[in-house]
Every structure is written in structure tokens, then in C-alpha cells.
């Protein structure tokens, strides 16, 4: 009986969204509407995303332009922006939000290269831990006789060869948002 690795690939997966809704919420600078993905809003007494309250438009490159299709909420919409502490400046006017990305400095991109790297890092702890799990559950199966020794160690195999390829597929997300942080 050959082993299952479909939940693995699947939790890989979502190991991988999770690096990538955490890069997506690191400003780098430049106008862009992601960063708000996780900005949620208080609103008719549930938490709602901010995307399905208003249109965010990109104003220039370091203004985005939030207006709410109903204007009584832009109070909410403010507190909820200053609250996710995104390091982000916020005006509010009669018809909106304007959000303000600072322009970043050498030391302040360097922070943000480090925290790039403290939330790759977690995510590889993740995936070794995945391997882990699913190492001892081949190790187990092999020994109840589901199957032998040799096909153990395919598995073994099998399994480090997933783990490496969320290794590089992690990496390469780290290297592709250090180069956005880094201005490159």
C-alpha cells in the first residue's frame, strides 16, 4: 500500500499562503492595495475585511485613495487602518481615506529584511515539523507491517524531496519580497 502524501502537499500549501499573506502586510514603501488584506473593520457588529467596504484605488506611488460605498464608516475605516499598525500614515476627507506609505530609509529597510527573514524562518520550522509528523507516521506504519523496510525509506525519500522543494518555493518568496523591501 503506497503512502499518502496529499494532506502534506496540501498543508505545504498552506504553509506557503500563510509566508505569503505575511509578506503581503509588510510595507515596502510603494502604494499597494495588499497590504491592507489583513486591515479588518468593525462593522454592523462583525469584523469585515476593508476590501468589501469601499473601492482602494492607487492614488500615486505612495498614496492609496480608500472610498467607502457608505460614507458614515470612514470614522471605522480609519481607526481600523491606525489600529493594524502597519507603520502607515492615514487622512480621512468626505469621501475617503488617503493612506500615506513613508518613504523607507537604509536602516528601516534592513528591519524589514529581518523580519522578512524571522517569518521564513518560522515557516521552515513549519515544514521540518511536517516532515517530522510524517516521518513518524511512516516509521510507524512500517513497523505495524503495512509495508517494508525498503519502501520506508522511498518514503523517507519521498517526503524530504517535498520538503525541499517548500524549502526553495519559501525561499524564493523571501528573495522576491527582499528585493521589493531592498528597492532593487
Do not use: C
Request: net charge negative.
Amino acid at each position: 500500500m503506497a503512502y499518502n502524501f496529499s494532506d502534506i502537499e496540501k498543508k505545504k500549501g498552506d504553509i506557503t499562503e500563510w509566508l505569503m499573506s505575511e509578506y503581503r502586510s509588510i510595507s515596502t514603501g510603494r502604494a499597494t492595495p495588499a497590504v491592507l488584506d489583513l486591515v479588518h473593520v468593525d462593522l454592523y457588529g462583525s469584523r469585515t475585511p476593508i476590501a468589501h467596504t469601499g473601492s482602494i484605488n492607487i492614488e500615486d506611488a505612495r498614496t492609496l485613495r480608500v472610498a467607502p460605498w457608505d460614507k458614515s464608516i470612514i470614522g471605522q475605516m480609519e481607526k481600523a487602518v491606525n489600529d493594524a499598525d502597519l507603520g502607515l500614515s492615514v487622512s480621512s476627507d468626505d469621501a475617503g481615506l488617503r493612506i500615506h506609505f513613508p518613504m523607507l530609509t537604509t536602516e528601516t529597510r534592513q528591519k524589514l529584511v529581518k523580519l522578512l527573514k524571522d517569518r521564513l524562518e518560522d515557516a521552515r520550522v513549519r515544514v521540518r515539523s511536517l516532515r517530522e509528523d510524517a516521518n513518524k507516521d511512516i516509521d510507524a506504519r512500517a513497523k505495524a507491517g503495512e509495508y517494508g523496510e525498503d519502501e520506508q525509506h522511498r518514503y523517507r525519500d519521498d517526503m524530504q524531496k517535498i520538503v525541499d522543494g517548500a524549502n526553495a518555493e519559501l525561499e524564493a518568496l523571501f528573495t522576491k519580497k527582499e528585493k521589493e523591501v531592498m528597492g532593487e
